[in-house]
């Protein structure tokens, strides 16, 4: 599977998630990470769930604005759908267990040069690396 190169698409896509991120410190002092962010609007909700909600929202609203005024989004999944749930599985415990997940730690931790976040990320990465390895040339899943 060939994956094509978009760096403007990329990039436009990343100055949004930074000016979101910086948005969210700015106006509400909280951190853009999309699991803390969730697990706000989910029993017990806590007092400002509005922010979260909203923020939700936008995530979704967004990408469906950009289809209806024409946009297209080049999307495929190469590996089966049991492959998705279990990885989704393990992401979540990965998110509980590590106190967060890739947008939390990723973009707003090491903005803020933590520690714990570099390390966090560093950990996403390599075992990133490794799942795809394992998935592609050991067990010839998704080729």
Do not use: N
């Not at 950009?66 to 297209?72: D, E, K, N, R």
């Amino acid at each position: 599977m060939i994956t094509e190169f978009t760096p403007w698409m990329s990039l436009f896509g990343g100055a949004l998630i930074g000016l979101a991120a910086v948005l969210l410190m700015a106006f509400h002092g909280r951190i853009a990470g999309m699991t803390g962010i969730f697990g706000g609007v989910l029993p017990p909700v806590g007092d400002d769930w509005q922010w979260r909600a909203a923020f939700l929202a936008g995530a979704i609203i967004a990408p469906a604005a950009f289809l209806l005024a024409g946009g297209a989004i080049d999307f495929a999944v190469p590996v089966p759908v049991w492959a998705m749930v279990v990885g989704g599985l393990i992401v979540g415990a990965g998110a509980s267990i590590g106190s967060g997940c890739t947008s939390g730690h990723g973009v707003c931790g090491m903005a803020r040069i933590s520690k714990r976040s570099i390390v966090a990320t560093v950990t996403f990465m390599v075992t990133t690396g490794i799942t795809v390895y394992i998935m592609r040339h050991v067990l010839s899943v998704g080729v």
